[in-house]
């Protein structure tokens, strides 16, 4: 399995503002995606990000307010957009060799003000 | 797309065998049965997965049911730190649905 690891860990934001999450993995992989898990609730997927190309997103999700990066198989960034605090979440990001067969990171879990 | 029952909670004894049913009777023949948990404030940790033999790996058994409606996650030894959501997944398209799983909660 690979060591996923998550900057940062936590972060209190202020409504209207940005916040970019960083994911780094040990070992270059080809899947990664990005999940929401709101509080109380099971996780959602956000995207799929592809190295290379845009990142596919799920239905309820859109560019403008998840941007996505992933400039190289190791990395992947998750950007927060104009935050409400609906989008009090923990975020996660997780690799694969398959769609199903997963290893996540811890999180990012965010407080909006 | 299979869609999985689970039953919301869970307790077990420390040292016991803990048995986590799931019902997929949707799942189509070539679908894979996976189980994941989650501690809490942790991300989500692969257990294992089956077609539809009885699959056993360092963590846990699954066994399937003959029609593949049904298995079970066996937890041989439960202990303290297997308190955790368990979700057996369901499979829509490709990517990983996550239903709302299991608490188990493994007394002392």
């Known amino acids: 399995s690979a060591v996923i690891s998550q900057k940062p860990s936590r972060d209190i934001c202020q409504r209207g503002t940005s916040l970019t999450i960083q994911c780094q993995v040990d070992?270059?992989?080809?899947?990664m995606f990005w999940y929401r898990q709101q509080p109380g609730q099971s996780l959602t997927l956000i995207a799929t990000?592809?190295?290379?190309?845009?990142?596919?997103?799920e239905s309820g999700f859109v560019i403008d307010k998840f941007p996505i990066s992933r400039p190289n198989l190791t990395f992947s960034t998750l950007t927060v957009s104009n935050m409400s605090p609906e989008d009090s979440s923990i975020y996660l990001c997780?690799?694969?060799?398959?769609?199903?067969?997963?290893?996540f990171g811890p999180g990012t879990r965010l407080t909006v003000t | 797309d299979a869609k999985t029952t689970q039953p919301p909670s869970m307790d077990c004894a420390e040292g016991r065998a803990a048995n986590l049913p799931c019902n997929h009777s949707?799942?189509?023949?070539?679908?894979?049965v996976y189980w994941y948990r989650q501690i809490h404030s942790q991300g989500p940790q692969y257990i294992i997965h089956?077609?539809?033999n009885n699959e056993t790996n360092e963590m846990a058994s699954l066994i399937i049911t003959e029609d593949r409606k049904s298995s079970t996650l066996i937890l041989p030894h439960a202990t303290l730190r297997d308190t955790a959501v368990y979700y057996c997944?369901?499979?829509?398209?490709?990517?990983?649905?996550f239903g709302e799983g299991t608490q188990l909660t493994v007394n002392p």
């Open positions: 997780s690799v694969g060799r398959s769609a199903y067969e997963q290893y």
């Open positions: 949707t799942i189509s023949g070539n679908e894979y």
């Open positions: 997944i369901d499979h829509s398209g490709s990517r990983l649905t």
């Open positions: 089956g077609l539809k």
């Open positions: 070992s270059q992989v080809t899947m």
């Open positions: 990000a592809n190295q290379g190309s845009e990142a596919t997103y």
